[in-house]
């Protein structure tokens, strides 16, 4: 009998190390948390988000997620729609989120309005062409704020830091001899 095992051992490793690596993919993809990706399925993100130093000097306030022309673009989280309408003649969808939070997706053609509450996951809109720093053919630029940060000004955030991913646990099926 501890010949068998002797000989399996390696195939039980080996089969453990096929499953987590073709299951790795898959839970990462998970949401969780509040917050979930505005864009389905989950997009590639084009550009990342760039912390400046201050908030009147040049950064990236958000990131760029590839998506395409008329996608439908969702409420990353629960919250009111504070803003939907234009700025510098691009198309602007802002909601406030409990905490002090505000996300923005721009450019989005509104199927909200102000005041309307949302749910993780409510259409919001329409993804629209016109954001030239983007090789994909539409992208959307997700952005997020702290209302009240550090010294009582708001605050760029990351948004990626919004999303959860469910970590991998593997259990044991049985004893091991």
């Known amino acids: 009998m501890k010949v068998a095992l002797f000989v399996w051992r390696p195939v039980l490793f080996a089969v453990a190390a096929a499953f987590l ?3 790795t993919a898959t839970a990462a993809a998970a949401p969780g948390g509040e917050f979930g990706w505005p864009l389905r ?3 590639m993100v084009e550009r990342r ?3 400046p130093a201050q908030n009147w000097l040049p950064g ?3 990131v760029d997620l590839a998506g395409s022309p008329g996608q439908r673009v969702l409420a990353a989280g629960a919250g009111i729609v504070v803003f939907a309408g234009e700025v510098a003649d691009k198309p602007v969808v802002s909601i406030e989120h409990p905490g002090g939070l505000r996300t923005t997706y721009e450019p989005v053609r509104a ?5 309307a509450r949302v749910a993780r996951g409510t259409p919001i809109g329409t993804l629209e062409e016109g954001h030239p720093e983007c090789a994909a053919s539409a992208c959307l630029h997700w952005g997020l704020r702290r209302e009240a940060g550090r010294r009582g000004r708001f605050e760029y955030l ?3 830091g919004l999303l959860h991913v ?3 646990r593997l259990e044991p099926v049985g ?3």
């Open 41 to 43: 399925p989950r997009p």
């Open 60 to 62: 990236h306030r958000g």
């Open 158 to 160: 990351d948004p990626l």
């Open 175 to 177: 004893p091991i001899a």
């Open 21 to 23: 690596a073709a299951s």
């Open 111 to 115: 199927r909200v309005s102000v005041g």
């Open 49 to 51: 988000f760039e912390r």
């Open 166 to 168: 469910a970590p991998l």
